[in-house]
């Protein structure tokens, strides 16, 4: 079996704590995991901590075009944009996807609008994951949420894209601590391997082919009158 060549591609993993850096994040003691496989594989990474930046809420690409003071989106979307592949981490609080998750999402969705060189929606080609920690149920409802969102506003999603690690539900050791043994869950560590060479295989092979092909999906075609086989229902 020839082993592919994932050296060309590029990551970024998006920890959406609630903690500010240079606090403890068990979320990115997780991510770190896929990381390592990622670096080890070649792929170029970045990190962001999203709750360190000034980001504003809204629905627009620049919110100081809309009244904000400050904004740092368009900066950040620019790493995120230039990455093939976006991994994004969440804590689960009250069972949910933080709210700087939340917010991540909302400020994705601000660029959805927005088209690639084939007048197709910009996020076509690209592939995105999760992963999730905490001390509570909520590890595939918060992964069913956020790839949810992905895929919806373009991103590809693999087979089993999501990883996640939770202790016992109520007070008590997270993933970083050691008596919570979260390290060596097979479990986790097998779920959070796939995950890793499944968003960098599908990455791969996306990039490969320039995406995917723009018969019957360009937004900008469409607008231009091009409805390929799509015909108006007749009702009767």
Not at 175 to 203: G, I, P, Q, V
Request: aromatic share 12%; net charge negative; with cysteine.
């Amino acid at each position: 079996m020839r082993t592919p060549d994932f050296s060309k591609l590029k990551a970024v993993f998006v920890n959406c704590t609630l903690k500010k850096s240079p606090t403890q994040s068990h979320t990115d003691g997780l991510m770190q995991v896929s990381k390592n496989i990622m670096e080890k594989e070649g792929v170029a990474i970045k990190h962001i901590r999203f709750v360190d930046h000034d980001v504003a809420y809204g629905i627009y690409p620049d919110m100081t075009e809309h009244g904000a003071n400050t904004d740092e989106w368009p900066k950040i979307f620019k790493t995120i944009f230039d990455a093939d592949i976006l991994i994004i981490g969440t804590p689960i609080w009250l069972g949910e996807k933080s709210s700087v998750a939340q917010k991540l999402i909302e400020r994705l969705y601000s660029m959805s609008g927005k088209t690639n060189d084939k007048g197709q929606y910009l996020f076509y080609g690209k592939v995105g994951g999760c992963v999730i920690t905490g001390n509570e149920d909520g590890v595939k409802h918060c992964a069913m949420g956020i790839l949810y969102a992905l895929q919806h506003i373009g991103y590809s999603i693999p087979p089993q894209a999501d990883c996640g690690w939770i202790g016992e539900v109520g007070p008590g050791p997270s993933y970083l601590d050691d008596e919570s043994n979260a390290k060596t869950n097979s479990f986790t560590n097998r779920n959070t391997t796939f995950m890793t060479y499944n968003l960098m295989h599908l990455a791969y092979m996306l990039k490969e082919n320039n995406g995917y092909s723009a018969y019957g999906n360009s937004r900008e075609r469409w607008d231009e009158g091009n409805r390929w086989n799509f015909e108006n229902p007749e009702y009767r």
